[in-house]
């Protein structure tokens, strides 16, 4: 009927690319809508003829039925090049014939296990792992620090470094090497850990073991467990109480009369100072890097909740560019340091900061500190203007979990010849549920020197996509915008959709300059808890 919006054209295009669901539900309105617009003017001009007047005719010769069977026609049609011109679309996206109606997935994940703290940790083969993190399958070695695994069954273990261990379900896991302490809660009882020398069972308590060339020791803080010994398969297990230990040797044999030792063994409580003592290191080093950020010329917007005056935020920047930010339904929460009240929670509906950021500029860094729940909306506000006017940018995050980022360059175009008001730049989808609850840097930027645009995550480039000429724009503009939401109601209809992140952020800058690979790697190592 021409009265869809620019925004709402967009919103179902992106829909469309990836819902297949969606796309169907198109077809059947299509179809719906011709079919009863073709009724309408049959009926139409059944009135016009006289409705009244009897008619001798054959049904299949009158102009009413001509007239549905036209539009009928007319129906199909629109409904088949309809769907022709989805399925080219779908094709061009994934080269996969979409059609096909299918039942949407529900989300998955792989693991048995949670890494719920480290310190200093280094894993072998240059793995990466961040608290909050699923465990992945296979071996795993610790070459340094202390790591803390929750199961999903209830036991907490903490593994220090050098160690090399496999989780095999919620329920066992196997030691090769190194030193593990676990406390198994009531409903985890039977929790089995084996070694190449024999395996423990757990019959609720909480235990230690260290596995070396020598063999492997266990040792019995609380409660009790049983040893089954490699070399005595067959026979009933050695029951532990507290205190006691076992030694089975390497070549054979076993020592039953070990005094167990838990200040051998790193606990739960005393990880847990170790990790607090840590963050407060990491996060005074990042208190000096922040003061020293706020001197750099080209911060325009530089604000963490953390800092917060009231319902207000300051702006961090030494330029004095861009103002206070204020906060609309956002509730406090705890920041990446694990500091009450340094976070805000997007996650109640309207939630968002309105800033103003006045000026022009050329390349833009855009940078925020964010934990997100879930992607179960269309577009997750990451920081956009109000509106969409010539010139102003967007950045958001898509359901499908790819990054979007846009500087709009026509107020008006022409989509006949194949305009478009702007070029939108995807990443790859980053986000896997594997990543709800763990804090994430996000970053892109927008380089008009060498005309491309790249996306980070963790401190690492996702992708980078060069600007088309046509699409470039060399004067930005932002003047009024929203932190993790997007424009406000109209004063006559108070709907409005809901693009609030559900989630949280404790950090977000804005550079008038596209900040280097090496430089945002920096940013992240010094900002990660």
Known sequence: ???????????????????????????????????????????SMAE?????????????????????????????????????????????????????ETAPEEQRASGFAVLAGQIDAQWADGLTLSEGALVP??????????????????????AEAPVAFEVISSM???????????HVPEPAEGFRVRTAEGEVVDLGTEFALEVSAEGAEVHVLDGEVEWYSREEDGEPGRRLTEGQGVR??????????????????????????????????????????????????????YYRPGAHEGRSLPNLSGNGVGGRGAVVAAAWTRDRWGRADGALDFSPTGSRVRVTVPGEYGSLT?????????????????????????FEPHWQIMDDGRMFFSVKKRDRWDRKKGERDKHIYYSPPFWRASLSGQWLMLATTYD?????????????????????EEYLVETVRIGNASLANWGLPERDDPHFAVRNLNGSMDEFMLYSGALSASEIQSLYEDGKP
Do not use: C
């Open 366 to 390: 855009l940078l925020a500190w964010v934990r997100i729940h879930s992607l179960d909306r269309w577009y997750n506000s990451l920081f956009l203007t109000d509106g969409h006017e010539q």
């Open 137 to 158: 399958g296979g071996q795993l070695a610790l070459e340094s620090g202390v790591a803390q695994l929750e199961f999903f069954s209830g036991v907490t273990l903490v």
């Open 48 to 100: 016009e003829e006289g409705a009244n007047v009897v008619s001798f005719r054959p049904w299949w010769q009158t102009r009413t039925f001509t007239a549905v069977a036209s539009g009928l026609v007319t129906a199909v049609a629109a409904v088949f090049v309809m769907m022709f011109y989805v399925f080219r679309i779908s094709s061009e996206v994934d080269g996969v014939d979409h059609l096909v």
């Open 448 to 468: 008009i020197d060498e005309k491309m645009v790249r996306h980070y995550l963790n401190g690492a480039v996702l992708s980078e996509e060069a600007i088309p």
């Open 248 to 301: 089975a040797l390497a070549g054979g044999g076993v020592t039953p009369a070990l005094q167990a030792n838990a200040a051998d063994f790193i606990g739960p409580a005393e990880l847990r100072e170790r990790l607090t003592s840590s963050r407060s290191g990491r996060l005074r080093a990042w208190e000096e890097r922040s003061q020293h950020l706020r001197g750099d010329p080209r911060v325009v917007a």
């Open 172 to 182: 066992e896991m196997e030691v090769l090497r190194g030193r593990v302490r676990a």
């Open 1 to 43: 009927e021409g009265e869809l919006s620019e925004a709402d054209f967009l919103r179902l295009e992106a829909e469309f690319s990836v819902d297949r669901a969606a796309r169907k539900e198109y077809y059947h309105r299509l179809g719906l809508s011709a079919a009863l617009r073709a009724e309408a003017e049959a009926r």
